[in-house]
């Protein structure tokens, strides 16, 4: 017993950061707001563990771990950006910021790696600045609400233990393999919640959405999806069932048909009972098929545009490969031209437009954030 006193008594910074940083971990769990004054206390506290223990990218780390505390305090109290009463929303790591996060680690595990080898007497240089870098990326992760963070800390912490059996730090070790199953547990449950958060959209009213873009850009699979999804009606692509009948090739005349159906199929959907419609392509991308096939466009179209008004575009980047069929006839630079169009006639309308990047489950996912988003501010402004 003697002992055990003895123990605490020379080790009881180490160990109060030890059940802080536990406490830390649960909040986070359960995404309460105290995850941030919690772990700014830890990271103080640990600020001297690792100084003494001559781990200085980890005390380094807890410095940083004080600033970001405060931005994440920040960003979790200011809420979702389009509906500022309502807390910061779970979301999926994209591709595209995934690539620059793994950049990011990169260069500062390179940094740190050079610090902690030409400066310092760290026995360990490439662990400490492998654990700090990923550490460093994973808590803006979290300050961001970013589920794939979770999935970084198991592995920081597992790789964690090592290092500190390796000096000696036995409660610290404990703590991270704590760490280890409650990241796990946090992977889990954040995970759910986000799906729980993603079918809670209500809709209340009618809500049209057109995924539109160049060809090839997965518009017809996503559109499918998204109808899935909410359980929705698909408007499917009129154009291409058109001129997949045609025994000639198509001339001005067809588009302007093709046109008249599309103004047919928005006007269909006003009568309808069901709440969700998702068009795979619509008005706009014929207006754009009309000036670069042909140099002018029915004067008709213009004043139908603006009368069928829709919540959301998701505008599809030529980010999938190129599949060519006998209808497709715009590929190689020329996807690239007609997504910039397409942009530029959204923005000439000023309808509410996301552009979806990513392939599979990941662009869904961005498409399905994107209707959500809409859907909070029409519950905001209703």
């Known amino acids: 017993m003697e002992l055990i006193i003895r123990w605490i008594s020379g080790n009881y910074i180490e160990l109060l950061g030890a059940i802080l940083g536990i406490v830390y971990i649960f909040f986070s769990i359960r995404q309460s707001i105290l995850t941030w004054p919690v772990g700014l206390l830890t990271s103080v506290l640990y600020v001297w563990v690792f100084l003494v223990s001559k781990l200085y990218a980890d005390m380094g780390l807890q410095m940083y771990y004080v600033v970001i505390s405060i931005y994440g305090w920040y960003e979790w109290l200011r809420g979702n950006q389009s509906n ?13 910021l995934g690539l620059r996060l793994v950049g990011i680690s990169i260069l500062i595990f ?13 026995q360990v240089p490439k662990a400490d600045a492998l654990a700090t870098a990923l550490s460093i990326v994973a808590t803006w992760m979290l300050a961001r609400k970013i589920l794939e963070q979770w999935l970084v800390w198991i592995f920081v912490d597992a790789f964690s233990m090592g290092l500190f059996i390796y000096k000696g730090l036995l409660p610290t070790v404990i703590l991270f393999a704590v760490y280890t199953v409650m990241a796990y547990i946090g992977y889990l449950e954040w995970k ?3 799906v729980e958060e993603t079918t809670e959209v209500n809709f209340n009213k009618q809500i049209r959405i057109v995924v539109t873009g160049p060809e090839s850009t997965g518009k017809t699979t996503l559109a499918k999806q998204l109808a899935e999804f909410y359980h929705g009606q698909y408007i499917q692509e009129y154009a291409r069932e058109y001129i997949e ?18 103004v047919k199929q928005f006007q269909e959907t006003q009568s309808s009972l069901d709440r969700v419609f998702i068009f795979d392509t619509w008005l706009i991308i014929t207006k ?6 042909f140099g002018k466009t029915p004067l008709w179209i213009e004043g139908q545009i603006r009368g069928c008004p829709m919540e959301l575009f998701l505008l599809c980047e030529p980010d999938l490969p190129w599949e060519a069929d006998r209808v497709r ?8 031209k007609l997504f910039m169009q397409y942009r530029k006639e959204l923005v000439h ?10 392939t599979g489950d990941e662009r869904l996912t961005n498409a399905i954030a994107a209707i959500n988003n809409v859907c909070e501010l029409t519950k905001t402004l209703g």
């Open 84 to 96: 500022h009463s309502e807390p910061l929303k779970i979301s999926r790591l994209s591709l595209k």
């Open 192 to 194: 759910k919640d986000l």
């Open 110 to 122: 390179l940094l740190i790696w050079y610090i902690l080898t030409n400066y310092t007497d760290s």
């Open 288 to 293: 754009v098929w009309f000036d670069w096939v």
């Open 245 to 262: 009948k045609l025994p000639h090739p198509y001339t001005y005349e067809d588009v302007e048909d093709i046109a008249k159906a599309q």
């Open 329 to 336: 006839e715009n590929g190689g630079e020329n996807r690239v």
């Open 349 to 358: 309308y000023g309808f509410n437009f996301v552009e979806i990047s990513g």
